[in-house]
C-alpha cells in the first residue's frame, strides 16, 4: 500500500506535474489503496509519507551565521537556493525546485487524502478512537505546514491589513485536479485555527512518540500561531493550556558537553522538553567547514552561560559552529518544546505588566541553563527591560531552530526591536531593512508556470 500512496503524493498541487499524468498513476492505486481506518491512521505514523519536517529558508536567511567569500563560494552547485537566500537575492531560486513549498505541500496533501478517507468511513465503536486519531492528526499536520508557508511566503500578519493581503493558496481537498487559488491572510490563519481547534476534540495528551502529535503540541501550536498574530491574549491562554499538560525542562547541568552532540538521538523520546518533534535537514550553510556563529549572537550569552558549551563548539576552520540541536545530530530542531512555550507565557505576562510572573518563568529556566551556584536570579526590572530580557533570552534559548526568521518578522513591527540585518559578500554589501518586501520569498517559479497564482512582490 504504502507505494501507491507514494506514487500518488508526488503527483499534489501545484509542482511540476500535469492532470494527464496524475490520472495515469492514480489508476494504479487500484490494489493496495486505503480503505480503513487503521490504513489511514497508518498514513499518519508513516514517515516517509509525513516526516515531520520544515523547511531551510527561514534559518539561511537569518542572522543567527555568516559566511566568509571562500566558505560561500564552497558551498555545492546544487545548494544554489541556500547560496542566494544567503544574501536575500532578487532571484532565489533560479528555477529550482524549492522544497520549503513542495514539502509542505506535499505533506498537506497527504493530509488531506487521510481526510477525505476517513470522511467516507462510518467507523464502529472500535474504531473511533483511531479514528480521531488519524483525522486530528491530519488536521494537525495540515495546519502546521500552513502555518510554515505563511512564515515565508506570506506577509507578517497585521490585523488592519490581512483582510487584504495574500495569503497561501489553502488545498483542502485531495483532488488536485480542483483549481485552488491564493488565498487572503485572515482566511489562511482562520483555516490553521480552524484545523488545530477541531483537533485538539480528537488528540489525545498521549506523546510517548513524539514525531507524533498529541493535545499539548495542538495547543502549543496555537500559542506560537496568535503570538505571529499580536493576539497575546490568546497566546498566553495556550501557552498555559500546553504546560497544564506538559511543562518540564531539562537541567542543562546533567548534559555532557565532551560529546559530538550533548542531546539524546531518539526523536524526543528522552527529552521532557519536547513536545513535538520536527526538524531541518543538515544545511550547507551550517557545516562546521563553513559556518561562523554571529557575534551578536555570541555576545547575548554570559560566560558561564552553560548554553554556550552545549549548543556552540569549535568548526573545522577554528570557527564556531552550532552543534546543539535537541535532534542529537545534524539535523536542526524545529519542533514544540516547553521551553520555547514557556518563553511564549513570559513574553505575554511581560507585555501585560505582569512583572513578577514573567520574572518567575524566567528563573525557572535560568537555574536549569547555568551552573546552580552561578545562576543570579533576576529581580526588580522594569517592564521594558524584562521584555527586552525574554526578547533576548529567546534568541539564546531558541537558536537555529528556524524561529529566528519569524521573530523578525513580528518584531520589526516596533521600532524599539527592528533591526537591520547586514551581509558582506564577495566586496558587496547586503542589506535587509525591517520590512523589506525580501521578508517575503518568491513564490516558486514553477508554481506560478503551472497555477498561474499572482506573485509576490520582491
Same mark, same amino acid.
Given at each position: ?366 537555574? $536549569?541553563? *547555568? ?6 536570579? +533576576?529581580?526588580? #526590572?522594569? /517592564? &521594558?527591560? @524584562? ?10 534559548? $531558541?537558536? *537555529? ?6 521573530? +523578525?518578522?513580528? #518584531?520589526? /513591527? &516596533?521600532? @524599539? ?42
Amino acid at each position: 500500500m504504502k507505494t501507491n500512496i507514494i506514487k500518488y503524493i508526488i503527483l499534489s498541487v501545484f509542482f511540476t506535474s500535469c492532470g494527464k499524468e496524475f490520472l495515469e498513476i492514480k489508476s494504479d492505486l487500484s490494489i493496495g489503496s486505503p480503505n480503513k481506518v487503521s490504513d489511514y491512521l497508518a498514513m499518519m505514523q508513516a514517515t516517509s509519507l509525513i516526516a515531520n519536517s520544515t523547511g531551510t529558508l527561514a534559518i539561511a536567511g537569518a542572522d543567527e551565521y555568516y559566511l566568509e567569500d571562500a566558505t560561500w563560494q564552497s558551498l555545492p552547485i546544487g545548494s544554489v537556493i541556500e547560496r542566494n537566500a544567503y544574501f536575500w537575492a532578487d532571484d532565489v531560486y533560479e528555477n529550482k525546485e524549492v522544497g520549503d513549498w513542495n514539502n509542505a505541500y506535499n505533506k498537506i496533501q497527504v493530509a488531506n487524502m487521510v481526510l477525505d478517507g476517513l470522511d467516507r468511513l462510518k467507523p464502529s465503536s472500535e474504531e473511533l478512537e483511531n479514528w480521531n486519531n488519524a483525522s486530528g492528526s491530519a488536521l494537525f499536520f495540515r495546519a502546521f505546514n500552513f502555518f510554515q508557508l505563511a512564515q515565508l511566503f506570506c506577509k507578517p500578519y497585521d490585523e488592519a491589513s490581512a483582510k487584504h493581503d495574500l495569503g497561501i493558496p489553502l488545498r483542502l481537498s485531495s483532488d488536485i485536479t480542483e483549481p485552488v487559488k491564493r488565498s487572503t491572510l485572515e482566511s489562511t490563519y482562520k483555516q490553521i485555527i480552524d484545523d488545530l481547534r477541531i483537533a485538539e476534540e480528537r488528540l489525545t495528551t498521549d506523546n510517548r512518540v513524539r514525531i507524533n502529535p498529541s493535545k499539548q503540541a495542538v495547543f502549543g501550536l496555537l500559542a506560537k500561531v496568535y503570538l505571529v498574530m499580536g493576539d497575546y491574549r490568546l497566546s498566553g491562554e495556550y501557552a498555559e493550556r500546553t504546560l497544564s499538560i506538559q511543562e518540564d525542562l531539562l537541567d542543562f547541568n546533567t548534559l555532557q558537553t565532551n560529546v559530538t552532540y550533548p542531546f539524546k538521538n531518539d526523536y524526543g523520546v528522552g527529552n521532557p522538553e519536547i513536545i513535538f518533534h520536527c526538524y531541518v535537514p543538515a544545511l550547507g550553510v551550517l557545516s562546521r567547514t563553513r559556518m561562523y556563529l554571529d557575534p551578536e549572537l555570541l555576545d547575548l550569552y554570559h560566560e558561564d552561560d552553560l548554553r554556550l558549551k552545549v549548543y556552540y563548539s569549535i568548526g573545522s576552520i577554528n570557527n564556531i559552529i552550532f552543534r546543539g540541536s535537541l535532534t542529537g545530530g545534524l539535523s536542526i530542531f524545529s519542533g514544540i518544546s516547553t521551553s520555547e512555550i514557556k518563553l511564549i507565557q513570559a513574553e505575554v505576562f511581560a507585555r501585560n505588566n505582569e512583572i513578577e510572573r514573567a520574572t518567575k518563568i524566567m528563573n525557572e529556566l535560568g537555574i $536549569l541553563r *547555568f551552573p546552580t551556584s552561578e545562576y543570579i536570579p +533576576l529581580v526588580g #526590572l522594569a /517592564k &521594558d527591560e @524584562l521584555l527586552k530580557y525574554i526578547l533576548d533570552e529567546r534568541r539564546r534559548e $531558541l537558536a *537555529f531552530r528556524g524561529l529566528r526568521w519569524s521573530d +523578525l518578522r513580528r #518584531l520589526n /513591527k &516596533d521600532p @524599539l526591536y527592528a533591526k537591520s540585518i547586514v551581509r558582506t559578500l564577495n566586496g558587496r554589501v547586503y542589506t535587509l531593512l525591517p520590512n523589506d518586501k525580501k521578508y517575503v520569498w518568491q513564490i516558486p517559479d514553477k508554481v506560478l508556470e503551472i497555477s498561474k497564482i499572482v506573485p509576490n512582490e520582491r
